[in-house]
């Protein structure tokens, strides 16, 4: 069965994501708070095509958040990406990204 209160009203729930400490509801980011609000449909949809990303940019370092980041890399949990595509010329600082020098990754 699918949860049909919103954050804003789950005061004693506390959400558990893999690689972040526990968290209450009513502190989610304020779009994803209410369920009727003009916001909460566009986040939904923006993090449900995060994972059919072949990259995202993560605004952290290793020593800060080494489980957080584990998990990202592992797939278990993906938390923007530019979009380019036929109908989207390429952005040019997808150019700049991709002359950067490679730094650690993952091993698959």
């Known amino acids: 069965m699918g949860q049909t209160k919103s954050f804003k009203d ?48 993560v605004n952290t370092f290793d020593v800060l958040r080494p489980v957080a980041l584990a998990v990202i890399m592992a797939g278990t949990c993906v938390p923007g990406s530019l979009q380019e595509g036929a109908s989207k010329p390429r952005h040019e600082c997808l150019n700049w990204l991709d002359s950067q020098p490679r730094g650690h990754r993952s091993k698959k």
């Open 10 to 57: 789950m005061n004693d729930t506390v959400l558990k994501f893999p690689g972040l400490p526990p968290i209450q509801a009513t502190h989610m980011p304020q779009p994803l708070l209410d369920r009727n609000g003009p916001a909460y449909d566009d986040m939904i949809h923006f993090s449900e095509q995060l994972p059919k990303s072949n990259r995202i940019i």
